[in-house]
């Protein structure tokens, strides 16, 4: 259970353009999500926390207007990288929890992620 | 905010022997969990082991268990009988009640056959 998937794995885009990347809860309903940025050989760094109908809470740093975060239902949030440039390539991950697996509310605090999608502009 | 310090970048260690990885934190939040997770070459994110801060037994995960030091701010990794499937990034991460998790700059831990 609480499986997480990314879709894409993998895209390539030209400078200039737009690439969203879509997040999906498959088995469970996710309260909130998360959106994480790696580059190579680092750590995960949070760029955004959403919750299901509300607008996304961007970390410091992170620009709203550049990384578009929409957490449409309880099994979808999509992240739209707008005009994208090459220092936007990094791999980005996604990540949900919720208070049915015991999530915020029922102390579980856990994270399930997903495989990641690796961007590349070129 | 939450901090953590993994002050191992890299660690190894010969198949079958135990290997440890530490990790410090620090958070103003008195209730809080404490997670330890694996990502692999695939990168996928894996959880090894959680442990509750209000809970002083250290969790245990078969080979996996944890020396949570609470008043120190100290929970370190311990591997026992380690496996070449060990071979991964490990990064320590605490989570608050809001749900924040904060991870550390990781330990490559290599095995060797």
């Known amino acids: 259970g609480a499986v997480v998937s990314q879709h894409p794995s993998w895209v390539i885009c030209k400078s200039g353009t737009s690439v969203k990347i879509e997040c999906r809860s498959l088995d469970f309903q996710a309260t909130t999500m998360f959106w994480y940025r790696q580059f190579p050989k680092q750590s995960l760094m949070l760029m955004a926390t959403s919750n299901e109908g509300s607008k996304a809470t961007y970390e410091q740093g992170v620009e709203k207007d550049k990384f578009l975060i929409n957490h449409a239902s309880l099994t979808l949030s999509t992240l739209t990288v707008t005009s994208a440039h090459p220092e936007d390539s990094s791999f980005y991950i996604c990540?949900?929890?919720?208070?049915?697996?015991?999530?915020?509310?029922?102390?579980?605090?856990?994270?399930?992620f997903g495989p990641g999608t690796r961007l590349t502009v070129t | 905010a939450q901090t953590v310090t993994q002050s191992q970048p890299e660690m190894s260690v010969q198949e079958a022997e135990t290997v440890t990885l530490s990790c410090t934190y620090d958070t103003s939040e008195s209730d809080y969990y404490l997670f330890w997770y694996k990502q692999p070459p695939s990168r996928q994110m894996i959880l090894v082991i959680r442990?509750?801060?209000?809970?002083?037994q250290n969790a245990t995960e078969n080979r996996f268990s944890v020396n949570f030091q609470k008043a120190a701010k100290s929970f370190s990794l311990k591997i026992s009988d380690s496996q070449l499937g060990d071979a991964a990034m490990y990064f320590c991460a605490p989570a608050n009640y809001n749900n924040d998790m904060r991870f550390g700059a990781g330990t490559r831990l290599t095995v060797k056959p």
């Open positions: 442990q509750e801060a209000y809970k002083q």
């Open positions: 990540s949900a929890s919720s208070v049915s697996l015991g999530g915020l509310a029922g102390g579980n605090y856990e994270q399930y």
